[in-house]
């Protein structure tokens, strides 16, 4: 299967069940908790309850991904998914359903997301060559985002439709099957570790050499805050698309469909980035994603039109996937691989924890000021963003990677 070897594509096809179950849980949760609320507040609360588990947990996450065996923490993670959404469908199926129950689930998916997310790019070198790192994230992504982004959101809103209990109990199915494949993966995925130090000086370890990296901890900024507007914005976007009293009045079905073109720019995305990355620099890549990303999270404040709005999101789909390939590759280059879970539960801290912090901020802003400004004001963060490509240059990057492991690089940090 190439040169990128069986083991990956084994973890290939694992992580697509998983994260088509994702997809599904993304919107089918949503789409089930407007049966008990119309509340801007206690929607974007649900995302919150999703995501703020990268605050509460993501630095222990990258600790023991640096201290059990990768694969097997993934192998974890995904059983208490597929156990939570089965436990949810059933408390649905009797009735006994509430936005609490939405919650108190949501926040251990996330719980299980910081572990399996942290293992599964820490595990990702330890598989393939370095100079092959940008090729198997692309298809990676590529297969991830086909998933979770277009057959997952078009899929819940017709599982949905079928019965709030069958919309989840198919992606705790799904988990089922995604540990069966990893299961196939064989071999030994624990890193090597000197001494026996405590967790808490291990997460203290990890936290430096992000802070001491000026280019990853720009990296980091700038993620975080897009994901703060993305995530202010995707948390409101039911209550602007779904439902004859939204402003664009589309059904569970077509909402699906409106966010398959933003999958459908993610695949392109996550296809050509190794080549745009040749032809247009890493740095230029990045300063288009940034610019695709804005217009993203603000199109919907100047139109209700779906055709203009799923343009938008196929772009913006595009240059997001990009970002990632290229971020990503870059960090699992520069870093130690016994740093690697601990870096990049650090940089998550940073990138990911304004996730429920964007959700809570969407919600508050939409009761104040109403849907489309809170779509504006989030294109406008996405935009200044653009301040940290004073320092993310094709130079900088070209120099981090070349730098030795321990060198001092040129902020006075080491590798």
Not at 324 to 337: A, E, G, M
Request: net charge positive.
């Amino acid at each position: 299967m190439s040169n990128l070897g069986a083991a990956y594509w084994r973890l290939w096809t694992s992580s697509g069940l998983s994260n088509l179950a994702d997809g599904l849980v993304k919107v089918g949760l949503p789409l089930v908790a407007v049966q008990f609320t119309r509340s801007p507040t206690l929607i974007a609360g649900l995302a919150f309850a999703a995501t703020v588990p990268w605050l509460l947990f993501a630095l222990p996450a990258g600790a023991l991904a640096d201290r059990l065996d990768r694969r097997g923490a993934m192998l974890g993670a995904n059983l208490l998914r597929g156990s939570l959404l089965g436990a949810l469908a059933l408390v649905v199926l009797l009735d006994l359903g509430s936005i609490w129950a939405l919650y108190l689930v949501a926040f251990g998916l996330g719980v299980a997301e910081t572990i399996h997310d942290t293992a599964a790019q820490s595990i990702m070198p330890q598989l393939v060559p370095g100079d092959q790192l940008s090729r198997a994230n692309g298809r990676l992504y590529a297969v991830e985002l086909t998933a979770n982004e277009f057959a997952g959101p078009t899929l819940a809103g017709f599982l949905v439709a079928t019965g709030a209990a069958v919309a989840l109990a198919a992606p705790s199915a799904l988990w089922v099957l995604a540990v069966a494949a990893l299961l196939l993966v064989r071999g030994r995925f624990r890193v090597e570790r000197e001494g026996n130090t405590t967790l808490r000086a291990e997460i203290a370890e990890g936290l430096r050499f992000l802070w001491r990296n000026r280019l990853l901890r720009t990296f980091a900024a700038m993620t975080g805050a897009v994901n703060f507007a993305t995530s202010a914005t995707t948390a409101l976007l039911v209550l602007y698309a779904v439902g004859p009293a939204s402003p664009m009045g589309l059904s569970e079905q077509a909402y699906g469909v409106l966010l398959a073109t933003m999958a459908a720019g993610s695949l392109l995305g996550s296809l050509v980035t190794a080549w745009l990355e040749r032809v247009l620099g890493r740095a230029r890549c990045l300063m288009l994603s940034t610019v695709s990303a804005a217009l993203l999270v603000g199109i919907p404040a100047v139109t209700v039109n779906p055709y203009l709005i799923g343009a938008a999101f196929f772009l913006g789909g595009a240059g997001i996937i990009g970002w990632n390939v290229v971020v990503v590759s870059l960090r699992q280059r520069i870093t130690p691989p016994h740093l690697l879970g601990r870096m990049n539960s650090g940089f998550r801290l940073v990138a990911w924890g304004t996730r429920p912090l964007g959700a809570v901020a969407g919600g508050l802003l939409a009761e104040l000021l109403g849907l489309r400004a809170v779509f504006a004001l989030m294109a406008l963060v996405v935009l200044g963003a653009l301040a940290g490509m004073r320092i993310v240059t094709d130079t900088a990057m070209h120099d981090a990677e070349r730098a030795p492991e321990g060198a001092l690089l040129p902020d006075g940090g080491r590798r």
